[in-house]
């Protein structure tokens, strides 16, 4: 198969028995994504390019800054904010005030924001908040991994072996394994992807409730001489099962 490359990652992941494999491989990416920033390559000319386009989200601003290389990070701000000194300059230059009509004035606390409030202008300055080109190199990878999980899943029986005896997914993870298992899945495998995830997630919930009222009872004196069981962690994998993200991780720095 052409992703061997993400098989021995991917499978790793499954084993190392994380309340999700997919935070697990996202967070791999997204070390070694802000390591390849900040390491030699921000000095390249077509890298350097990218991250004055695109600049960083305010997650991986912080996570640039807590990395240390403050002299590579000033690199990258330092011609990051020449490029947008120039974008900015056209695309303010076509700002214009605007006429709403009482209408557009009462539809702004609506769901949907009536779409001609968006001037090119706002639109191209969202855009700009919202790329980030540390994101952009782990998304490249993750949509990978998601397709190499579903591969294996329907063909390498050791693996779905792995699978079956997972804790599943967290719930973000989750739910982007569902919308983008009708594009990899025949209907059939699709339908024991879906049967099998949803019930660990089902399990997964229950056991961890179970170990936050465990974690919540042991603050009973009557308790404090009993075993903590699984629930010394359960806030961090809690959390995790919920949103994702790893509360309890230092920072990611630069070894030397
Ligand atoms: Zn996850
Ligand atoms: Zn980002």
Redesign the pocket.
Known sequence: MKDTLYTIPLTDAFKAEDE?P??FI?RNLEQDAISFTLGASYMEDDIREKTDALGFCKEHYKKLYDYGNRLGLAFILQTHYVALQKTLKSTLSHTRAQNLSLLQKLKKGAKVQSASTHTPATQKLNDTLSSCYVCSRIDYNFDRYIKTFFYLLTTNEEFKTLFINSKG??L??FTKLLEEAPYHLKEKDQTFFLEESQKKLQESLARIEEDLSWFIDKYDYRNSAAPWKNAKDAIPRGI?KLS?IYVQDEPFKETK
Do not use: D, E, N, V
């Open positions: 999700c997919f935070c996202y997914f967290c973000p993870h995790q994702g």
